[in-house]
């Protein structure tokens, strides 16, 4: 049987299990968090969104990315369903490449705290350029191992 979190005023209002309107941009989205039960231990998280769609600013033609995010909790968690949401509201949002990449890790930072946080943002090709976009909080707590994002550089189909 699952465990559940204890009901208090900050679990209710959490997303999770609950039926939730999509944002309508990633300013209205809310990312939530909860209390990580390891927070003694130092340990990566990774998210993977392969299919990460945002529209070009200029054109409004689609965008696309795989995006991977790693990081080593303090006291949070991200909770995956607020931040499925929140990715999923940049999908009618123009930015560019790099903008999207360096906000969604400074927001996901801001929200959980975590002694260390990583973003990549792997673009697929428009006009040709495949952009990859990293960003980062500091350095990695000592004795921690960063397994690499395993995403291979753009080739085309040759």
């Not at 944002?23 to 039960?37: F, I, M, Q, T």
């Not at 991977?68 to 930015?95: C, M, Q, T």
Request: glycine residues 10%.
């Amino acid at each position: 049987m699952p465990r559940k979190l204890p009901s208090s005023p900050k679990t209710s209002a959490l997303q999770l299990g609950r039926a939730v309107a999509w944002p309508g941009s990633p300013e209205e989205a809310k990312l939530d968090r909860v209390p990580n039960p390891q927070k003694g231990t130092n340990y990566v998280a990774r998210f993977t969104a392969p299919e990460f769609t945002t529209l070009c600013p200029v054109t409004g033609q689609p965008d696309f990315a795989h995006l991977v995010i790693d990081y080593v909790p303090g006291s949070w968690l991200l909770e995956s369903k607020s931040l499925k949401l929140y990715l999923a509201s940049f999908r009618n949002h123009g930015a560019f490449h790099e903008d999207c990449t360096v906000a969604i890790g400074k927001r996901i930072a801001t929200a959980v705290r975590p002694k260390w946080l990583r973003i990549g943002g792997y673009w697929y090709p428009r006009g040709g350029i495949p952009i990859d976009v990293f960003w980062q909080t500091g350095t990695v707590p000592k004795g921690v191992w960063i397994p690499d994002q395993s995403v291979p550089a753009y080739r085309g189909r040759g």
